[in-house]
């Protein structure tokens, strides 16, 4: 390490020196042994107790992460061309993994790609944005005007970011929730948070404003091509459809019909409206309704009314501690779905929760099987789309799991 560092010395225990080795960019506040004055969101340096350099990050004296690391190099400087450089490598990875298919893909994914706490949305012309640590959050001005600079510079088109910090994990860091565009210098935002994107060949209305998340599941996408090339001439029961993107990829991959389900009933009509944009809704139908209601409902009714299930819920937990009763939820709708589908039959099922591991998931869907009395037969395993990179070293960039079978 340099003699001179200009950043504040955060000293970290033994215990936490090896996870930051091991390669995990988060510290956490029971780990800082001692620590120099420092401002919330400011740069520090993290050492060990032996004074070994372990990185340079963002300090949040709000939050049990204290320290998010963004670079292991004692050289970097943090200016405008060090993010500029970030920015960079992020857009270039996302043309490489993506093609021409970056209309609308996630620009930036946190941790994965150096930016802690920070994720962007590309939904065509509008950026949506998501900031959720203070860090960021001081430095989003000079963030947001390079990422527009370098897509801009790379001939496309951005007319507007949108900020969706609408999210109650905010207050984990100590900042307020908000919604609303972010004023680029000397521009005006456009008038409209409705925009329309094209994925997989299919139109939809994005609204920024008011739809779940940032707007739109990015990361499914490639696995709705997974299940649009098994439903033709097929019944679909597309359950938690939300806008109705996975039932819509079916209905265009040729399924014989397809009902799509949601509680919401402003789901379900944008899902119809989304249907009649793609001139789908000839062989569609759409139904508000529980899906813990209504796979009882309709095992209860006798017969086999469909030959492919799918089941992609939200998140049933969103930590550690209700990771049990998570379980419990995902078998109830598996096992009622695997009920309702004939021998033959193909079923497609998804967690998007960092907190139900993969081991877990695998060993409720076993179970599920078992208890419907049929056998699984796997046609793909699947995860989150490659512009939602995932890091080794970093377990929670790791969080979808999406599962193809044939029922026998």
Known sequence: MKAQRKFPRFVISAKGTRWVEQGHPWIYAAEVVSADEAENGALVDAVSEKGKY????????????????????????????FWRRRIGYAWDYRKTVMGDDISCCRV????????????????????????LSVGMERLKPLIFTLIVERLRADGQEIRGIYERNDVAIRSLEGLPQNKGWFEL????????????ICENGIYYSIDVENGQKTGFFLDQKYNRLAVARLAKGRRVL???????????????????????????????????????????????????????DLLPELESRGGKPFDFIILDPPAFTKSRKTVQSAERGYKEINLR????????????????SHFMPSELFVKMLRSAAADAGVELRQIEARQQAPDHPILWNVPETDYLKFYIFQVV
Not at 65 to 74: E, K, Q, T, Y
Not at 337 to 352: D, E, H, Q, W
């Open 54 to 81: 372990l990185g340079t990050g963002f300090v949040s004296f709000e939050s049990k992460i204290r320290v998010r690391l963004v670079s292991r190099n004692a050289n970097d400087s943090f200016d405008a061309n």
């Open 337 to 352: 779905a695997l009920k309702l589908l004939p021998r033959g039959g193909y079923f497609a099922t998804a967690s998007c």
């Open 238 to 292: 597309d359950c938690f459809t939300h806008t109705g993107s996975f039932a819509l990829n079916a209905a265009k991959g040729g399924a014989e019909h397809v009902t799509a389900v949601d509680v919401s009933e402003t789901a379900v009509e944008m899902a119809r409206e989304n249907a009649r944009r793609n001139g789908l809704d000839g062989n569609m139908d759409f139904i508000a309704a529980n899906v813990f």
């Open 108 to 131: 930036i994914f946190g941790e994965a790609d150096g930016f802690p706490g920070l994720t962007v949305d590309r939904f065509s012309d509008i950026l949506v944005t998501q900031t």
């Open 185 to 196: 210098e000397g521009e005006d935002h456009p008038d409209s948070c409705v925009t329309e």
